[in-house]
């Protein structure tokens, strides 16, 4: 390869890597302002059969919330939500929305609905 073919080359890689950064930077400062991207519905799913199965789902339908499906939680997002963050579901474990998995609801519920996760700690 002649010396101006190698010239070329590095320059081509360094343009590239130059817009691969901007591109990475973009996407960094998007995720800074807008809210932080549900975690999938499988994980949350399986929590919420956990914790809340035996009163709201196959059937269950206790104070007429369903959990079965991802358009029902999606559809009382907000009434969930509110449930969860005032200790008031799970039923009689207030202490269930300060553990990783209803932080985890919390989160989805939260963007989902569109709001920002500032603060889920509830301290
Ligand atoms: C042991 C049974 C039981 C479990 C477990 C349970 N719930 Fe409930 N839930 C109830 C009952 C009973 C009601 C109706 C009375 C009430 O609202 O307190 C209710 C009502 C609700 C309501 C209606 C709004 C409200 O606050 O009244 C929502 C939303 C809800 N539950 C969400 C959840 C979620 C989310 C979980 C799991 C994280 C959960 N529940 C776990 C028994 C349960």
Redesign the pocket.
Known sequence: MDIRALARKIQFSSASATWATSVFACLLNASTVTAEPAPPYEQVHRI?TA??G???MNGHH????Q?NTELQVER?AE??L???ETS??????PT?NQTAQ?KL?IRYLKAKLGQTDDDNSLE
């Open positions: 919420l914790a809340c035996k009163c709201h206790r104070g007429g919330i959990l009382d009434v969930i509110t449930s969860i008031d579901m799970p039923y009689m474990d269930w209803g609801v």
